[in-house]
């Protein structure tokens, strides 16, 4: 189901000066991707790679990231995490703020989209003047209704998680805090029931006035079944037990999660663990993922092909970002596709006008790629995929 307009385009985001060398073996391209981006793996996660060759691919260094494909970046989606002169705080939508109080995490995911600055930077932290900062800026903003806490990965730093939401219990007009974490794979021993008793004292359901919740939700990035181990299990049912939902993200990857079996494996896992299967996200153009990015209609097919077994149940929502943000995209839509050099793109007009992109973002012009269209809205132009091996 899709659309090719033949239209060439010049490609102007391929920094020659990146280039690697050609005709490298496998031995000097990894020598390349160790020097230039760093390995992390836990101890408990390094059990899991000897057992399970869908989670090794996740994280053991692979010569093919030493490719830099047409069209990749190398820090993408980082613009704006010093918005409003803020570092670690992000706002793109009107009623959404993002902090980003820890930049470090227990293990390297070799696709992370914050890949330049995980594992080829420096790990930096936000300090408690610059949450105060924040905090200040957003209780100003009336219209932010939902706050999220992400990483590197925040639980990482327990305390600042609770210094958050200490504050944030005096902002009446946020009322959702989501906490973004893969660590629980990483370090599952973390998750103590103190932990977990210390994030539910701040979940408040009024029920007389329900514009005073505040409600806590935990987003877990988890991409095969074999992830989720009776541990990992026991940290999630330790949220869970004390009302805390747990909404599963996954990003689809080539030889991981990209078949009928292997996906509708992951969601039945997911949900018989207690975690709401949410997102399913397009794995992003990053420097070195070629070699785990399908196209965007394979995640089309295979959300089509299990309907009619997961029913209601599959992914909520399937994802690609781009600097603008999230683009939802239905199994049944017909994608619209343009060339630009020699790379295929998906064109799509945006839910976001312009306008309130530059206000929020704080930025002066769009992205490249994105323009804006005749009604104010922006068109996207994402880097796509291929489904060969």
């Given at each position: 189901?899709?659309?090719?307009?033949?239209?060439?385009?010049?490609?102007?985001?391929?920094?020659?000066?990146?280039?690697?060398?050609?005709?490298?073996?496998?031995?000097?391209?990894?020598?390349?991707?160790?020097?230039?981006?760093?390995?992390?793996?836990?101890?408990?996660?390094?059990?899991?790679?000897?057992?399970?060759?869908?989670?090794?691919?996740?994280?053991?260094p692979d010569p093919r990231e030493a490719d830099d494909f047409v069209g990749s970046t190398r820090a993408?989606?980082?613009?704006?995490?010093?918005?409003?002169?803020?570092?670690?705080?992000?706002?793109?939508?009107?009623?959404?703020?993002?902090?980003?109080?820890?930049?470090?995490?227990?293990?390297?995911?070799?696709?992370?989209?914050?890949?330049?600055?995980?594992?080829?930077?420096?790990?930096?932290?936000?300090?408690?003047?610059?949450?105060?900062?924040?905090?200040?800026?957003?209780?100003?903003?009336?219209?932010?209704?939902?706050?999220?806490?992400?990483?590197?990965?925040?639980?990482?730093?327990?305390?600042?998680?609770?210094?958050?939401?200490?504050?944030?219990?005096?902002?009446?007009?946020?009322?959702?805090?989501?906490?973004g974490t893969r660590n629980i794979l990483f370090e599952p021993q973390r998750i103590t029931p103190e932990?977990?008793?210390?994030?539910?004292?701040?979940?408040?359901?009024?029920?007389?006035?329900?514009?005073?919740?505040?409600?806590?939700?935990?987003?877990?990035?988890?991409?095969?079944?074999?992830?989720?181990?009776?541990?990992?299990?026991?940290?999630?049912?330790?949220?869970?037990?004390?009302?805390?939902?747990?909404?599963?993200?996954?990003?689809?990857?080539?030889?991981?999660n990209d078949t009928e079996k292997d996906l509708y494996e992951l969601i039945e896992y997911l949900m018989?663990?207690?975690?709401?299967?949410?997102?399913?996200?397009?794995?992003?153009?990053?420097?070195?993922?070629?070699?785990?990015?399908?196209?965007?209609?394979?995640?089309?097919?295979?959300?089509?092909?299990?309907?009619?077994?997961?029913?209601?149940?599959?992914?909520?929502?399937?994802?690609?970002?781009?600097?603008?943000?999230?683009?939802?995209?239905?199994?049944?839509?017909?994608?619209?596709?343009?060339?630009?050099?020699?790379?295929?793109?998906?064109?799509?007009?945006?839910?976001?006008?312009?306008?309130?992109?530059?206000?929020?973002?704080?930025?002066?012009?769009?992205?490249?790629?994105?323009?804006?269209?005749?009604?104010?809205?922006?068109?996207?132009?994402?880097?796509?995929?291929?489904?060969?091996?």
């Amino acid at each position: 189901m899709q659309v090719t307009t033949q239209k060439e385009i010049p490609n102007r985001q391929h920094d020659k000066k990146q280039e690697k060398p050609k005709f490298l073996n496998d031995r000097e391209k990894l020598q390349i991707v160790r020097q230039e981006f760093k390995t992390k793996i836990s101890p408990y996660l390094a059990k899991l790679t000897k057992k399970s060759e869908a989670i090794s691919k996740q994280f053991v260094p692979d010569p093919r990231e030493a490719d830099d494909f047409v069209g990749s970046t190398r820090a993408p989606f980082e613009e704006g995490k010093l918005n409003q002169g803020i570092y670690g705080m992000e706002r793109i939508y009107e009623d959404r703020v993002l902090l980003t109080p820890y930049f470090e995490c227990s293990a390297y995911c070799r696709y992370c989209f914050k890949k330049t600055r995980t594992l080829g930077g420096e790990a930096k932290a936000m300090n408690r003047a610059q949450l105060d900062q924040a905090f200040e800026y957003i209780a100003k903003e009336k219209g932010i209704k939902t706050l999220l806490i992400t990483g590197g990965d925040p639980f990482l730093a327990v305390d600042s998680i609770e210094y958050i939401l200490q504050r944030v219990q005096d902002i009446d007009h946020i009322n959702h805090i989501r906490i973004g974490t893969r660590n629980i794979l990483f370090e599952p021993q973390r998750i103590t029931p103190e932990v977990a008793e210390m994030i539910s004292r701040y979940q408040k359901i009024d029920p007389k006035d329900p514009k005073k919740s505040k409600v806590i939700g935990i987003g877990l990035s988890i991409n095969h079944k074999d992830e989720l181990t009776p541990e990992i299990i026991e940290a999630v049912n330790l949220f869970t037990s004390k009302g805390i939902a747990i909404y599963g993200q996954s990003v689809l990857m080539k030889g991981i999660n990209d078949t009928e079996k292997d996906l509708y494996e992951l969601i039945e896992y997911l949900m018989l663990a207690g975690i709401n299967p949410y997102y399913l996200l397009h794995c992003m153009p990053v420097v070195g993922s070629q070699h785990l990015r399908t196209s965007v209609s394979k995640g089309q097919e295979l959300l089509r092909s299990i309907e009619a077994l997961s029913g209601t149940y599959a992914f909520k929502h399937y994802i690609y970002v781009s600097p603008i943000g999230k683009h939802r995209v239905s199994p049944h839509e017909t994608l619209k596709y343009i060339n630009i050099g020699s790379q295929r793109y998906i064109e799509r007009t945006s839910a976001y006008k312009a306008n309130d992109f530059l206000k929020y973002s704080g930025k002066s012009k769009l992205p490249e790629h994105h323009y804006e269209d005749e009604r104010g809205f922006i068109v996207s132009r994402y880097l796509d995929a291929h489904d060969e091996a």
